[in-house]
């Protein structure tokens, strides 16, 4: 997390520290372990918090990452722009000078702002007509990580690298869509857990269900990631392990568990 924060700061913006999030770390690790891409871990101290961390440096995987990230994080404001309406449009707008500015400094990789806009453009489109398919409202923003995750591999590993990432951007859309449904019944959001089964209340009934299908993505990710394992499990194959086994199943857990205490 540390080296591709870094790496955010200096070579595209510090706004991009303040916005990171370990999706993107996941799909750095990812493409770490699928292209084999030589790393090494250095002591840095952080300009934030001044004591000394390990670091790894990766600024293969980084760069493309972080650029990937910059692009999506200002297709992601443009799109709230035309969806919002009031004081959080005037906002947005407000910011998005900053934003504008990080999308020239990431567009660095041919073809992948057009790889972003296109996802973003679809799942759009599929929002706003009320789909009340869960898979299909997923398919645009999972198949958007997909193309990210397998962007210039080739081979087997371009197989492997893009079923990984389709179930690393399904879990993400569906878990989201799952922890919002509260507040995008008050406000009238879309969610397509809350046109597929009416209310708030209606959709923590069906907790069962909808963990099976997030669960499902966790384990076709692990069990494609298993493809390019070797004979000794490395140190990025336990990160990822931790992430997805551990992590991925626990935010779901965690999310069921707010919503029956609320």
Known sequence: YCGMCRYGGKHI??????????????????RMAITEENICVEKKRCPYKPKKKSCVCADGSYAFVCSAFGLLTHA?????????????????????????????????FDGLKGIIDTGISYTGKIESENCNSIDKAADGFATMM??????GIVDNKKLIAESCGYHIGR?????????????DEK????????LKYGTADAVLA?????????????????????????TAPTAIDRLIYNIIELGGRNTVLRIIERKKQK
């Open 13 to 30: 913006s510090h706004l991009t520290r303040w916005l990171l999030n370990y999706d993107f770390v996941l799909l750095a690790l990812l």
């Open 76 to 108: 992601k404001l443009l799109d709230d722009i035309n969806d919002e309406v009031g004081f959080k449009r005037i906002i947005k707008k407000i910011i998005k000078p900053f934003f504008t500015h990080i999308a020239k400094k990431s567009d660095r």
């Open 146 to 151: 997909k193309e990210i995750a397998s962007y």
């Open 171 to 183: 879990f993400i859309y569906i878990a989201d869509a799952f922890d919002d449904v509260a507040q």
């Open 187 to 194: 406000s009238g959001n879309y969610n397509p857990l809350l």
């Open 206 to 230: 069906h907790e069962n269900e909808i963990k099976e299908t997030l669960f499902d993505s966790l384990n076709a990710f692990s069990n494609h990631y298993a493809l390019i394992a070797k």
